[in-house]
């Protein structure tokens, strides 16, 4: 086998915030053949030992040659990233300017970052040694376990792994003693793959798909190589039953198929949906499981074993042996973009994935977001339509609640509470929507109207009630209830308007004969709480849900015809652009849990602006004609889907360190951006100028071209990370899809 020649060098990405590679020489007796790019190596740096990727192999260093460091070894014999994990991981690098060793570090699990073994299961033989085979057992003296040992495993010529050697009641001391004496030898042994039967795919039969569905499915399962799909279908239209036929079809030509959804803790109807359907290996990827269970689905995922991979974010890095499908659910969801360190957009790299690897990607919503249906209306994407829902179920009805100048108990209008009590008795189940998890969005004094901000954030702190304590939402901290004002020392202090705590307790006593469920960040925490809630639900007895954004995702809560939603006006006075985008989008999730049974849903929302336009047209003409109207708007200002945008951010302990900072790099980047026709905006202050300790500046970049914007940002980011240092805490956003 070939050997390094004396310009062999490797290049390896490490975990450390730089945006480079590090060079170092393989071991003279390592086989060049495995110095394979995604392979793990271990490496000195500086006093320690890291583990990185192989990047490539190239002649020559551009570091010089002369005293580069030897790697310490390396550890796999396959490497961990196939060839196409490595290509899109170089290309997210490239494209959000993020340092390559901690992109690459995300499509690893835990274990394979941070550990020595090998990602492949390996099981140790132990087998006797020629020594071991002749050597007379009157010669080994009293050690009766080792006589032992030796006796079992002559009656074994070929050797015995680890757990059956304990079975025969050999115990791992016993081993090494024998391994010490050179009469034993140990073997690492790969169990072999078991690919799964391409004879056997489902467990159960499909639904028989109604017209609509159909006309979707066919154009997905007719093509071949790479294609976008846009499923647009209204909530319960069937859009699962979609995804699992495509499966099907991908599975019976003896691919993979991948599945990302925004959170798997919450609706693990889904995953059972997946799981009932196929006899073939299912695994799923969540926040639940230990680094132990994530590396044992990532190996499945990797070496083929697994038929489905199903996901939240991080799952799209997962490598895979013979992907044929990627599919994201709910592609509107904004849990897909990370939102600190390596900020990627899983949906947007699931298409460059699919790309690369020339396979169907589908992404699915019933309300897309406005890039993805502007790709749709170019032509760039396949749109696909589901306008009704499957089965009998009929739309929901909304009923907009004007409650300007009206009485309301505990923020409720008579109307929405003869309404509730109405679908009570009659055995349904109700759900009241609020976005404001605790008792109250703030505790006043009502003499002075003091309250207590956060001492590290511009945020008043929320007020809970069980237990009592006050909480910043924004950095987590906590503080016992004040007993009087801090200004005035008055003891009055009020809580002031509504979250979901203060909801519950107001419901419980409104309709004392029914059951409350809250279910919020606070009621889900534990481990099967939500398991618990939902089962509950199930059940079917008549109830009111109280809860956040939560509630609104994918569930099918059959026995609810009834969602209030308490008071939209928030987001629709937002300060951020996309703000009006993320309401509508929430607005049409929590009315989609209406009515998904037999009886019909209503929706009832409270508003003081029963005149907003974009209200009024989400709500006459539809999510379709809403986004319209939204995208006209954003056209004339230049924003996404018709410019592009990224931010640079700063952040310093300091109040003026950080803008200062940026006017800097405004200065030398503003004549460095006019050529490129890119525009830079600001510094200004982050929609929350501080948290967590730090006061926070933004620039802003838009550029008409996303290629002309890439090559401003690589430059500048470039430029900044030399000046930076390690000063000051520093990052770059691509496509943010917030301006916090
Ligand atoms: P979506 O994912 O679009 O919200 P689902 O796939 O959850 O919708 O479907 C909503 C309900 O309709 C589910 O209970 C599902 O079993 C049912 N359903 C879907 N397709 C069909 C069909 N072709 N025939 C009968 N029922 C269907
Ligand atoms: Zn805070
Ligand atoms: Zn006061």
């Known amino acids: 086998m070939a050997k390094p020649g004396p310009h062999t060098i490797i290049q390896v990405a490490l975990p450390v915030p730089l945006r480079r590679t590090f060079d170092y020489l393989p071991k003279p007796d390592t086989p060049i053949n495995l110095l394979q790019p995604?392979?793990?190596?271990?490496?000195?740096?500086?006093?320690?030992?890291?583990?990185?990727?192989?990047?490539?192999?190239?002649?020559?260093?551009?570091?010089?040659?002369?005293?580069?460091?030897?790697?310490?070894?390396?550890?796999?014999?396959?490497?961990?990233?196939?060839?196409?994990?490595?290509?899109?991981?170089?290309?997210?690098?490239?494209?959000?300017?993020?340092?390559?060793?901690?992109?690459?570090?995300?499509?690893?699990?835990?274990?394979?970052?941070?550990?020595?073994?090998?990602?492949?299961?390996?099981?140790?033989?132990?087998?006797?040694?020629?020594?071991?085979?002749?050597?007379?057992?009157?010669?080994?003296?009293?050690?009766?376990?080792?006589?032992?040992?030796?006796?079992?495993?002559?009656?074994?010529?070929?050797?015995?792994?680890?757990?059956?050697?304990?079975?025969?009641?050999?115990?791992?001391?016993?081993?090494?003693?024998?391994l010490a004496k050179g009469l034993l030898d140990q073997h690492e042994d790969r169990p072999p793959r078991q690919h799964w039967r391409q004879d056997r795919i489902l467990a159960e039969s499909p639904l028989t798909l109604n017209e609509e569905q159909r006309y979707a499915l066919q154009p997905i399962v007719d093509h071949e190589g790479f294609r976008t799909f846009l499923l647009e279908g209204v909530t319960g239209s069937g859009k699962t039953e979609v995804y699992l036929q495509a499966i099907h079809h991908c599975l019976q030509q003896g691919k993979q198929a991948m599945v990302l959804v925004p959170e798997i803790g919450l609706t693990p109807q889904t995953l059972h949906r997946f799981q009932n359907r196929f006899a073939v290996p299912v695994v799923s990827f969540h926040s639940h499981l230990t680094d132990r269970e994530r590396l044992i689905s990532w190996r499945k995922a990797r070496n083929g074993e697994a038929a489905i991979v199903l996901g939240t974010r991080s799952a799209l890095l997962c490598p895979m042996e013979n992907l044929g499908m990627i599919i994201v659910d709910e592609e509107h969801d904004l849990s897909y973009k990370q939102q600190e360190g390596f900020r990627y957009n899983a949906r947007d790299l699931a298409v460059i994935r699919a790309q690369k690897l020339g396979i169907p990607v589908v992404l699915g919503s019933a309300t897309p977001t406005?890039?993805?249906?502007?790709?749709?209306?170019?032509?760039?994407?396949?749109?696909?339509?589901?306008?009704?829902r499957a089965g009998d179920a009929m739309p929901p009805q909304f009923r907009v609640l004007d409650i300007r100048q009206k009485a309301l108990t505990h923020g409720m209008a008579p109307e929405l509470l003869a309404e509730m009590e109405s679908r009570l008795k009659a055995k349904q189940q109700v759900l009241v929507f609020i976005n404001r998890r605790g008792y109250a969005p703030v505790l006043m004094c009502h003499d002075c109207g003091w309250f207590k901000e956060c001492p590290h954030c511009d945020h008043r702190m929320t007020c809970h009630a069980n237990p009592a304590h006050l909480h910043c939402h924004h950095c987590n901290h906590q503080l016992a209830i004040p007993r009087y004002c801090g200004n005035c020392k008055s003891t009055d202090l009020r809580p002031i308007g509504m979250g979901t705590e203060r909801l519950e307790d107001n419901l419980t006593s409104l309709f004392p004969k029914f059951p409350v469920i809250r279910i919020d960040r606070d009621t889900t925490q534990r481990k099967q709480a939500m398991a618990k809630h939902l089962e509950r639900i199930h059940s079917g007895e008549p109830c009111i849900l109280v809860g956040t954004q939560m509630l609104a995702k994918g569930h099918h809560f059959p026995k609810v015809t009834l969602v209030a939603v308490c008071d939209i006006d928030a987001g629709l006075f937002a300060a951020d652009f996309r703000a009006t985008e993320h309401t509508a989008q929430l607005l049409m999730q929590v009315a989609g849990r209406a009515g998904r049974g037999v009886d019909q849903g209503m929706v009832f929302l409270q508003t003081h602006q029963p005149g907003h336009p974009l209200l009024q047209t989400l709500l006459s003409d539809g999510y379709g004609e809403f986004a319209t109207e939204l995208a006209n708007e954003r056209r004339l200002m230049g924003m996404p889907p018709f410019g592009y945008l990224a931010l640079l951010r700063a952040e310093s302990q300091d109040p003026r360190q950080a803008s200062q900072?940026?006017?800097?790099?405004?200065?030398?980047?503003?004549?460095?951006?006019?050529?490129?026709?890119?525009?830079?905006?600001?510094?200004?202050?982050?929609?929350?100028?501080?948290?967590?300790?730090?006061?926070?500046?933004?620039?802003?970049?838009?550029?008409?071209?996303?290629?002309?914007?890439?090559?401003?940002?690589?430059?500048?980011?470039k430029k900044i990370e030399q000046d930076a240092g390690n000063r000051l805490k520093w990052s770059v956003d691509v496509d943010p899809v917030t301006l916090d």
């Open 38 to 178: 995604g392979t793990r190596v271990k490496v000195p740096f500086g006093k320690r030992q890291l583990i990185g990727i192989i990047h490539g192999v190239i002649p020559h260093s551009n570091y010089g040659d002369d005293n580069l460091k030897t790697i310490t070894g390396l550890l796999d014999d396959e490497a961990a990233l196939g060839p196409d994990l490595v290509e899109l991981c170089r290309w997210a690098a490239n494209y959000y300017h993020h340092p390559l060793g901690d992109v690459y570090a995300h499509a690893l699990p835990t274990l394979l970052r941070n550990k020595d073994e090998s990602w492949e299961e390996v099981t140790t033989r132990w087998k006797l040694t020629q020594k071991g085979r002749l050597i007379g057992l009157d010669q080994m003296g009293r050690a009766k376990r080792q006589i032992h040992a030796l006796e079992v495993l002559r009656e074994h010529p070929e050797g015995l792994h680890q757990p059956l050697l304990k079975g025969f009641d050999v115990e791992p001391a016993t081993l090494k003693a024998l």
């Open 370 to 388: 406005l890039e993805t249906l502007q790709n749709a209306r170019s032509g760039r994407y396949e749109h696909l339509t589901l306008s009704r």
């Open 661 to 717: 900072f940026l006017n800097q790099v405004e200065r030398w980047l503003q004549p460095m951006a006019q050529p490129f026709a890119v525009e830079v905006w600001g510094p200004a202050p982050a929609l929350m100028p501080k948290k967590a300790r730090r006061y926070r500046f933004q620039l802003m970049l838009r550029g008409e071209q996303r290629p002309a914007l890439q090559q401003v940002l690589k430059q500048a980011v």
